[in-house]
T-cell receptor, first 115, second 111 residues
Framework: KAGVTQTPRYLIKTRGQQVTLSCSPI?????VSWYQQTPGQGLQFLFE???????NKGNFPGRFSGRQFSNSRSEMNVSTLELGDSALYLC??????????????FGPGTRLTVT | SQQGEEDPQALSIQEGENATMNCSYK?????LQWYRQNSGRGLVHLIL???NEREKHSGRLRVTLDTSKKSSSLLITASRAADTASYFC???????????WGAGTKLIIKP
């Protein structure tokens, strides 16, 4: 089975721009979660989608948004980028919703640098 | 908000020795998970243990859960260089199945 894939792997953007990251889950997995990882804050949950519906959301501003398509692929968008948005963005898929109940399979991440 | 906190923050041992990491949490949980992250393989799930379980094994890994002390431990036996990584525990809170992550334990295995 192919693993979780994320594109692009690396991205450099300028403050004020917007960015869209993509995640393809493992075949058959309907839940996709997004995380932001930084050295200072660690792993922080952004949101979870299941069957095209947002099931859970972390404490991030509205500049961070996401969506899930009917094939379970997911995208997240960050608008009006700030320097503090520089981070590794991780996507994880699982068989069911309710993250804690299922093992999460992570992609390699997208390293976003905002200059 | 941080639910699980790992201890120690960093651990350095000789290859072949056992490594023990601990995770403490604040509120009742449904499940607790352990993950490993290294530069080569990214973030990988190790073990999921439910609140009604006390111990689980997977190969050289052993996880225990003590709900009365609100703590869990991860034991890696006969450590290898490939075990060098950061180890995270992730828990939910009783009423919410969202995972909340600790800051991790950085484990270094010296040859």
């Amino acid at each position: 089975k192919a693993g979780v894939t994320q594109t692009p792997r690396y991205l450099i953007k300028t403050r004020g721009q917007q960015v869209t990251l993509s995640c393809s889950p493992i075949s058959g997995h309907r839940s996709v979660s997004w995380y932001q990882q930084t050295p200072g804050q660690g792993l922080q949950f952004l949101f979870e989608y299941f069957s095209e519906t947002q099931r859970n959301k972390g404490n991030f501003p509205g500049r961070f948004s996401g969506r899930q398509f009917s094939n379970s692929r997911s995208e997240m968008n960050v608008s009006t980028l700030e320097l503090g948005d520089s981070a590794l963005y991780l996507c994880a898929s699982s068989r069911g919703t309710g993250q804690a109940s299922y093992e999460q399979y992570f992609g390699p991440g997208t390293r976003l640098t905002v200059t | 908000s941080q639910q699980g906190e790992e201890d120690p923050q960093a651990l350095s041992i000789q290859e072949g020795e056992n490594a023990t990491m601990n995770c403490s949490y604040k509120t009742s949980i449904n499940n607790l998970q352990w993950y490993r992250q290294n530069s080569g393989r990214g973030l990988v799930h190790l073990i999921l243990i439910r609140s009604n379980e006390r111990e689980k094994h997977s190969g050289r890994l052993r996880v225990t859960l003590d709900t009365s002390k609100k703590s869990s431990s991860l034991l890696i036996t006969a450590s290898r260089a490939a075990d060098t990584a950061s180890y995270f525990c992730a828990t939910d809170m009783d009423s919410n199945y969202q995972l909340i992550w600790g800051a991790g334990t950085k484990l270094i295995i010296k040859p």
